[in-house]
């Protein structure tokens, strides 16, 4: 089954923000998963990563963004949320909630249901690193490490190749969490003939449409002032307490962005290129070489003046952005070329995150925090993720030819 | 500049070029500002008298005597006063070693946690002298000489280090390994023209480790800055990024000081325990923690007997699944070099700019039963160097693609919470499967530390006669 990212982005009520704020931040769902779970994320089956958070507009106010990755289509997940919500309270949380954004004059979950499907937005380019997994599936592929690793406990004491595969059957076939799934076929992540088609004629398109776009706009980006101011040291500090509890984290990036017709329309077809990239190159877990994401995207909002970009990641904010800058600052500055203040680009290419300190700073200065993180798997790495879907694929090979124990290597 | 020239800049202090391997005892004396005209009178005294040690003084003879000095935050906001702009600093140095989210990336929590720490929890100094010499009384002598109230100072910390080896020998710490092996090659030096193979893996731009030079992007690092109306002798040049203020980082760099106990008998009782029924001696279970064989050698492709070339190796064609060396060993984790035979360049540049040069000493204290490294290094950037090998490689239980590990040897063990497991294993990979440690202790502990800047002899200048 394939993931869907998206947010709901909804404008909260003139004065609001800051009741909003303090009742979110109260709830304790930066660290792990708080006894009181209000939002029921816990008992959500689809869902991996979900945050709630705020920003402000000059022009729109501030809006309530509720950020969602999950597995399959978005109006089975509400469903799974306010059936979990009406087991909990009846709805009463998330209508409260919801009653501090415009718009919303609803008393009952359907009400909420329509508001909310009104107000979704789909990114305009996402990444996910571990491709049609589920998160059940994630969760049984852990539980199948865990065992594996048991049979084969310290190692102090070598089993042969056969002799350990076979214990290592024999627990996974006796283990409860085990026994009915690790023999189940993965799906693989490739897109499939009629998605490859089309990705790649998305990227056709698009790469025609971003080369002329970007020919058109250079006059424009090199203008464009670039803004080298270094984040307040206490706005740095606001942010760093929510960071680092655990060894995953997550960025929300909210960036002005120069919204004319042209520069706006480079911006949607270097997104197009993009999302055919991803689909077609990026979808065995490495975006170019980073392998710590574990969901990412980018999402034009407030008629094309804000971007924003929320991603779950793995290893601290410095590592990430180091990434960002060392490995994969080109796809980097298409992305966030254009935005307001971004450091000196060229063909939205060249320049920009490659000027390593420069970007970070910018980077920092556009974060908004995030009141409201849930994460299914805290305990598990996107690499790690990766390394039991191939246990499990070695393993299940194993099963059918016993001479195939290289998934030994993989502990 | 001519390389012989660089290592003998008469204005950077000398600690930086040099371990004064001569000078086997070191005092490091840790002081608060009480007077800081008084301060400053010592300062000009101390920069008159050329006390202050400069690399163009070389290495040390024996019976001489070095001295330096760095300072803190604090510091340099007593002395500077008006000109102290606190923005021009590196965050982390501003800030001190002791903040709640500083302490959950470095990993000084549960047994590191700064409620455990002998000294140093409050950051309660300005600055620190260090006095080499020839003896641990004579290093002593020099820091009361020095510290004292007439010079508008007083001590609120000493701890001593020694060197503990020789020169065939080589460095050991108190684990016994040798140390102090890998250092990055600054270029313009005579080892970065002379060992062109090291430099190729190790060699970094001057300004990765000292201000004032292009570094590894190819464009000057952030310099701390002082108000020209600071500098009215006009001691410093013009500072890069704001043309109207003075560059007061010029030739100097950050130090990082970290004073770490090593729980010796508890390390080796655990290999004993560890290695008891299997196939690994105890020595061999140390030494694929360290990452290193005990003489210093490389784990892999280089046999034993070939001492020279035991810096030569990464880990991008020759052991990528580190059967060798394992993947979360102290010294992959701490300098991964290249990983990945796609990525050898790419890796090793993100490593490139992650390099610390390293002017640590062990230490004994015989009252106290402890031995250990008062850790020193120096770094263009404490975040984007020190912190982020402590944190994001050290201290990270992702590293690499491993899980609920952290570095065997310096790495803050985490007990279950949080919603995660422990964190105290180690992987060892080899054929057919990997070795696993469980139930590692912490052998490394945090007794004391903070972030310091040591500047240039002309930002000393202008440190002392800052009006």
Not at chain 1, 137 to 159: F, H, K, P
Not at chain 1, 174 to 201: F, Q, Y
Not at chain 2, 44 to 56: F, N, V, Y
Request: include cysteine; proline fraction near 5%; charged fraction near 25%.
């Amino acid at each position: 089954m394939s993931q869907t990212i998206f947010t709901v982005v909804s404008p909260v009520r003139p004065g609001e923000q800051g009741k909003l704020n303090d009742l979110l931040v109260d709830l304790g769902y930066i660290g792990p998963l708080p006894e009181q779970d209000p939002f029921g994320f816990g008992k959500v089956r689809t869902l991996h990563f979900a945050s709630v958070f705020l920003y402000d507009d000059a022009e729109d106010g501030w809006s309530l963004v509720f950020e969602s990755n999950i597995d399959g289509e978005i109006e089975a997940y509400i469903d799974s949320l306010f059936a979990v919500a009406t087991d909990q309270d009846g709805g009463k949380f998330l209508i409260d909630l919801y009653a501090r954004c415009q718009g919303f004059v609803g008393k009952t979950l359907p009400d909420l249901k329509r508001y909310m499907l009104d107000r979704v937005h789909r990114p305009q380019a996402g990444y996910v690193s571990a491709v049609n997994m589920t998160r059940d599936r994630i969760l049984q592929d852990a539980a199948v490490y865990r065992v594996v690793d048991e049979v084969l406990g310290s190692g102090a004491e070598v089993m042969a190749p056969a002799e350990a595969q076979a214990k290592v059957f024999e627990a996974l076939d006796a283990d409860p969490e085990t026994k009915d799934t690790w023999k189940v076929a993965d799906e693989g992540t490739s897109p499939g003939l009629i998605r490859g088609i089309g990705a790649v004629a998305e990227a056709v398109v698009n790469a025609i449409g971003f080369a002329v776009t970007a020919l058109i706009n250079l006059i424009p980006e090199r203008v464009a002032r670039q803004d080298s101011l270094r984040p307040d040291l206490d706005l740095v500090d606001s942010q760093k307490q929510y960071e680092d509890f655990l060894p995953t984290n997550h960025m929300v990036s909210v960036v002005h962005l120069h919204s004319d017709f042209g520069r706006l329309t480079a911006k949607r077809c270097a997104y197009g290129l993009l999302r055919a990239l991803v689909t077609l190159l990026y979808h065995k877990g490495k975006l170019g070489v980073i392998e710590t994401i574990h969901f990412a995207h980018w999402v034009i909002l407030n008629r094309g003046r804000r971007l924003l970009f929320v991603s779950n990641f793995g290893g601290s904010w410095d590592s990430y952005l180091d990434d960002f800058t060392l490995k994969s600052a080109r796809g980097l500055t298409l992305a966030w070329a254009h935005g307001i203040g971004f450091p000196k680009s060229r063909f939205m290419l060249l320049g920009g995150a490659a000027k390593g300190p420069e970007f970070i700073d910018w980077a920092r200065r556009s974060m908004v925090p995030t009141q409201v993180w849930y994460k299914a798997y805290p305990g598990v790495s996107a690499r790690n993720i990766n390394r039991n879907r191939k246990l499990r694929d070695g393993l299940t090979k194993a099963k059918a030819n016993p001479s195939k124990t290289e998934w030994l290597e993989l502990v | 500049m001519g390389s012989e020239e660089f290592t003998r800049h008469p204005d950077i202090q000398g600690l930086l070029f040099r371990g004064y391997a001569n000078l086997y005892h070191a005092g490091y004396g840790f002081f608060r500002i009480v007077d800081r005209t008084a301060c400053k009178f010592w300062l000009t005294g101390l920069l008159d008298s050329e006390r202050i040690s400069t690399a163009k003084d070389g290495p040390p003879e024996l019976g001489t005597q070095r001295l330096n000095i760095a300072f803190a935050a604090s510091g340099l906001e007593a002395l500077l006063g008006a000109g102290w702009i606190p923005d021009s600093y590196e965050p982390p140095f501003v800030e001190g070693m002791v903040t709640a989210h500083r302490c959950r990336l470095l990993g000084d929590v549960e047994d590191n946690d700064p409620e455990h720490w002998r000294w140093g929890k409050e950051q309660d100094f300005d600055g620190l002298f260090m006095a080499f010499g020839n003896s641990g009384d004579e290093a002593e002598q020099l820091l009361a000489d020095h510290l004292c109230s007439d010079n508008g100072v007083v001590r609120v910390q000493t701890v001593y280090g020694h060197l503990n080896g020789h020169e065939k020998d080589g460095e050991r710490e108190a684990f016994g390994f040798r140390d102090g092996i890998s250092q990055p090659i600054i270029e313009g030096t005579s080892r970065y023209r002379d060992l062109p193979k090291e430099a190729a893996l190790h060699g970094v731009p001057a300004g990765e480790m000292i201000l004032g030079y292009p570094d590894g992007t190819g464009k000057l690092p952030r310099t701390p800055a002082v108000s020209a109306a600071s500098d009215p002798r006009g001691w410093l040049k013009p500072h890069w990024e704001w043309p109207e203020r003075r560059d007061l980082g010029m030739n100097g760099s950050y130090l990082v000081f970290r004073q770490l106990a090593q729980d010796t008998e508890g390390f080796w009782r655990y290999v004993n325990e560890a290695a008891a029924g299997g196939q690994e001696t105890p020595l061999e279970l140390a030494e694929k923690m360290v990452g290193r064989r005990k003489d210093g050698t490389s784990m892999e492709k280089y046999p034993k007997s070939d001492k020279e070339n035991n810096n030569l190796f990464n880990f991008a064609k020759d052991d990528a699944q580190g059967k060798f060396c394992p993947v979360g060993s102290h010294i992959r984790r701490s300098n991964p070099r290249a990983t990945g035979s796609k990525t050898e360049k790419a890796s090793l540049k993100v490593t490139l700019r992650h390099r610390i040069l390293r002017r640590g000493r062990v230490y004994e204290d015989a009252e106290l039963g402890e031995v250990g490294l008062q850790f020193i290094c120096f770094n263009a950037s404490i975040a984007r160097q020190f912190e982020f090998i402590q944190g994001s490689w050290c201290n990270n239980q992702f590293f690499d693609g491993l899980q609920r590990e952290v570095d065997p040897i310096i790495g803050t063990v985490r007990k279950p919470g949080n919603g995660l497991d422990a964190v105290d294993r180690f992987t060892i990979p080899r054929d057919p499967y990997r070795r696993r440690l469980d139930g590692i202790p912490t052998f490394v502990t945090m007794k004391g530390g903070g972030y310091f800047f040591m500047p240039g002899m002309a930002a000393l200048r202008c440190i002392a006669t800052a009006p």
